[in-house]
Each structure stands twice: as structure tokens, then as C-alpha cells.
């Protein structure tokens, strides 16, 4: 499906997600960096998995808050409110004052408004697109993620450490662009937008009781709770490129020459190794994103899946055994094709076991896999600690090889569930 066929209102998030995306990538890489210099590693990831343990709930309350009041008003809603939280946090980097910790609480509110957009955005996709359709769309927008990583990080090396009060500003700025766009030139494509809370009268406990029960049901499809489980326990390896691998590159890149001739040298320290990473990831998934998705739908989904968690595990592997700047490289290239492989199979096999009265919950539901991976993942900071950072990677790659299992078993009750309800 060529971009000029789709819906406008996709059009329009394409153009001013990528936008925000850009910002967005300036300042998240380095974030890991800045609170574990603040706070020290130990408290830095505690607290931040205290922060996502809150978007796990707002993960979820989105996904309701879709289906029942719009995926427009959401989308416009937590587009303004982290807005006012980057405003706060570029309050606690200002010339006049100095906080880290209410640039954190700044931090983890965009994280929950962000928590809140995202069921919003991926429901309107399968709203609008055809089943046969969606992998090529969500991979386009997924493309589009990767070229901000690309560009983000490199801005970012230069601007965060120095200018991070006037770029906090600069991404508050972008965020209530992204609002007013979306609500001057989006349409609301949830099908169930007359049946509104707002127009059914209804007391606010009603409402609440009616949420666990849609998500009760959610929990009752066995296949879709093991795409939850195995997909967080493999967040805990790609979770790890914002949060242990800029720590792990500061720590053990001093400065390293990475080239030479004759009496030129090129030479990078841990900061700006961690930058070109970051982009090396972002160009890749640029490039490759849209060519591997319509390769690899020639396969076996299961076994899709279980390679994808397979080559993470190696990467984690190769990040431990080395400091070499072209050691990482080489790792993050297995990373990324790891990544590579399920862009578009994802989102795609979620909405075809997602209902279409129920998509925003269970595109909310399958974002746990993320919230939760995110708010279990900032434990390998301390763990580095008290395991030192070879034995921490075993770690997460022996949870990506249980993902790679799990994943291949789900495919296994899928595929028998299919069996059983084909007509005979």
C-alpha cells in the first residue's frame, strides 16, 4: 500500500510524528547517562523503574480511553501533556534553577502521557487499513521512528550535555505543534465514537467495573497473554540500548581511536560512541525496514519470532564480551537485525487476534509488553554492580533465548486454534 493511498489522517501523523520523533531522540538516548551521574547508578534505576511502573497503568487506562472516548482526543490530549512536561523539565535545566529530581518527575509524566498516545495511534492504523495492509503501514511508521533515531542521537551528542535547558524547550515546543496539527487535520476513526462515555450517562465506578471486565477477557486469550510475556522478556534486551549500553560505552570508552592515516587519527570517547551506536541502529532499521518486512513474511511467523529473540540473545553476548568501538558496532548490527525481522509482523498479529470493538485495549495490552519491559529493565543498571556487566548481559540474553521458546510455543496453540475453528 503506497503512502499516497492512505488515509489523510494518517498522512498527517507520518509527517508530524517524524517531526517530534526527531526531538524526542535529542535527549532520550542520554537520559540513562544523566540520571545515573545525578543519582548515582544504584538509585537511578530504581528509580526508574518506579517511574514505569505509573505508564504501565496509563498504558492500560489509554487503551480503554481509545475505545470509548476517541483515538483523536487521546492522541491531542497526550501530545499537550507532555508538552507541559518537557516544559518542567527544561524549568529544572534552567539558567535559574537546577533540579534532577523534578527533571525526573518531569521525565516520567511525558512517559505516561506518552503510555496514554500510543493504543490511540496504533488502533487508528488498523481503523483505516486492511488487514492485508497493516505490516507494510505499521513498518513505514516504524521506518520513520529510525531515521529521527538516526538523526536525534547525533544533534543530541551536541546539544544535551551543553544546551539542554533551550532543547527542553524546543521539545516542548514540538510536542504542542504535534497537538494543534492533530486536531486541526485528523478525523476520529474509532468505530465506536457515538457510543462515548460522555453520551452514555453513566456513573464513573460503572465505567471502572466495565474496564476489568474488557480486560479480564484480554487476559482470558491465552495466545495473546504469552505474545505479553515473551514480548517482555525480550524488551529486556532492545529496552537496553537507552538504558545499560550508554551506561556500559561511558564506562569502559575512555577515548579510542577508531581510525587512522598516517598522522591523522580519528578518535571518540564513551558519549559520543553511544551516539553513533544509537544512529548506526536508526539508519540500519531506515534502510532495511520495509525490503526485510516483505522478506521475511515468506516464513514462518513462529520461526520469525524465535531467530528475532535468538540474535538479540547474541548481541547481548558480543555487547559483554567487548570494549572495542568495532566490537560494538559488529554487536549492534546482530542487534538490529534482530529488531529488523518482527517490525511489521507485530503489530499485525495483534490486530488480527484484536476484536474490532476491543483494538485500542488490545493494542493497549500488548504495549505492556514494552511498559513492563521498561519498568523491569532499568534493574540491569544496579545489577552491573553487584554482577559486573559480562555476567548482567548473560543475563538478559538468557531472557531473550526464554522469549525465542516462548514464542515458538504460542505459534504452536495458534496454529492448533486455527485448526479447530476452520470449517469443516
Known sequence: MKIREWDHSLKVRLIGESIMNITFWMFFPFLAIYFADEFGKGKAGLLLILSQLFSVIANLTG????????????????????????????????????????????????????????????????????????????AVFYTSINIAVVIGPILGGIFFFTYRF????????????????LFKWTDETNPRSSQSIETENR?????????VKDYHVIVRDKI????????????????????????????????????????????????RA????????????????????????????????????????????????????WGLVIAMVIFTLGELLIVGLQQSFISVL??????????????????????????AIPLTIWAGYFWTFTIIALLSLASAALYYYMFILYGQQKAESAPR
Open 224 to 271: 495473546f497473554m504469552l505474545f505479553i510475556i515473551a514480548g517482555v522478556l525480550s524488551a529486556q534486551t532492545f529496552m537496553q540500548l537507552d538504558l545499560l549500553i550508554p551506561v556500559y560505552t561511558k564506562e569502559t570508552i575512555d577515548v579510542q581511536t577508531i581510525f587512522s592515516f598516517g598522522d591523522w587519527t580519528l578518535s571518540i570517547n564513551g558519549e
Open 354 to 379: 484484536a476484536p474490532e470493538h476491543m483494538r485500542g485495549q488490545y493494542f493497549a495490552a500488548a504495549s505492556l509488553r514494552y511498559t513492563i519491559g521498561r519498568m523491569i529493565a532499568p534493574a
Open 203 to 211: 456513573k464513573w465506578y460503572d465505567v471502572l467495573v466495565d474496564q
Open 63 to 138: 487503551g480503554y480511553c481509545a475505545d470509548r472516548f476517541g483515538r483523536k482526543r487521546m492522541m491531542v490530549l497526550s501530545s499537550f501533556g507532555q508538552g507541559l512536561s518537557f516544559l518542567l523539565f527544561a524549568f529544572a535545566n534552567s539558567p535559574w534553577y537546577d533540579s534532577a529530581f523534578i527533571g525526573f518527575f518531569a521525565f516520567s509524566i511525558a512517559s505516561i502521557f506518552g503510555s496514554l498516545y500510543w493504543p490511540a495511534s496504533q488502533a487508528m492504523v488498523a481503523d483505516v487499513v486492511e488487514e492485508k495492509d497493516r505490516s507494510d503501514v505499521f
Open 166 to 181: 533551550e532543547l527542553m524547550i524546543f521539545a516542548a515546543l514540538t510536542c504542542f505543534l504535534l497537538a494543534f496539527v
Open 274 to 325: 553511544f551516539g553513533v551506536l544509537v544512529s548506526e541502529n536508526g539508519l540500519l532499521v531506515a534502510l532495511f525496514t520495509v525490503g526485510i518486512s516483505k522478506w521475511v513474511s515468506r516464513f514462518y511467523a513462529k520461526n520469525v519470532f524465535a531467530v528475532s529473540s535468538i540474535l538479540y540473545a547474541v548481541s547481548m553476548w558480543v555487547f559483554g564480551l567487548t570494549d572495542w568501538f
